[in-house]
């Protein structure tokens, strides 16, 4: 949910929520796989700028369904799936993107993919005066939070199995405070680190705030997704970059901000 835009007044929302609590263990999970270009750049004028991301799947997988997300500069989006042995298939096409109009596509059927697969998504992006929702078609467009930007994302929910239980490893409140900051993944593409009394929270446009347990004193990992966050140190002994492990792919993220110590709170 965006609030892009204040009024300088208290505002009501009236979202709610429905939760319906499992009578019995539950033995799968339904996990977000998030493809997203993150580097892109729209030249200013542009009316068919395209830009493609790509996600190569670790384990076999059953769609539930599919979530495009763009900014008001997008203008369609294709999902497609190649196999291992080479077949292409379109799982999604939104020929006509709008960003007040979008919407999730829920599968009638759930659509099986193997292990290997790479998940394509591809989308164009009109830049031009053509556009009547362009807030500028002389700046050159790149990634970013705001609407003013714009996001190459295709979110797709998965069945999977649930995950074993991990041990948690025991970290002095204080050693924490060496990971807080702000690490950048590429151009535009930048997530924090923060900390709030004994627990470490890692915020990224389009993700969320979610919480990371550690495992070793550098190693982290994420219990919503399968994720694993790696951080290393200079010779000076201080943090200055971070492995990230998602599925079956990886980034690696410099430190840019340090950040102030957290309050620990009582």
């Known amino acids: 949910m965006h609030y892009s835009k204040t009024t300088g007044k ?17 033995t799968k999970m339904v996990e977000t796989m998030t493809v997203v ?15 493609t991301a790509c996600f190569m799947l670790s384990r076999d ?5 599919y979530f495009p997300h763009m900014h008001v ?8 799936v190649v196999r291992p042995d080479g077949s292409r298939e379109t799982l999604l096409g939104v ?3 709008h960003f007040n109009w979008q919407t999730l596509y829920v599968l009638k059927d759930i659509v099986t993919i193997p292990k290997g697969s790479r998940f394509v998504v591809t989308a164009h992006f009109d830049n031009s005066t053509k556009n009547k929702l362009n807030p500028d078609p002389t700046k050159t467009v790149r990634f970013g939070e705001p609407t003013y930007d714009e996001m190459l994302v295709g979110y797709a929910d998965y069945i999977r199995e649930r995950p074993k239980e991990r041990v948690f490893a025991k970290l002095d409140p204080k050693l924490l405070d060496n990971y807080v900051g702000e690490y950048q993944v590429g151009p535009g593409m930048a997530f924090a680190i923060t900390r ?5 929270f890692v915020s990224a446009p389009g993700f969320g705030k979610n919480e990371a347990f550690p495992e070793s004193e550098t190693v982290f990992f ?28 990886k980034f690696r993220a410099k ?12």
């Open 10 to 26: 208290p505002e009501t929302d009236r979202t709610s929520i429905a939760m319906v609590f499992a009578k019995e263990p539950v």
């Open 37 to 51: 270009n993150s580097s892109f750049a729209i030249p200013p004028g542009a009316e068919n700028h395209e830009a």
């Open 61 to 65: 997988v059953q769609m539930v369904n």
């Open 73 to 80: 500069r997008g203008k369609d989006m294709k999902y497609e």
């Open 95 to 97: 020929d006509r993107y």
């Open 196 to 200: 709030e009394g004994d627990k470490l």
């Open 222 to 249: 994420m219990q919503i997704a399968d994720a694993r966050l790696t951080f290393s140190k200079n010779d000076k002994g201080e943090i200055s970059e971070l492995l990230i492990e998602a599925a079956s792919q």
């Open 255 to 266: 430190k840019i901000v340090k950040a102030p110590p957290a309050e620990t709170g009582k």
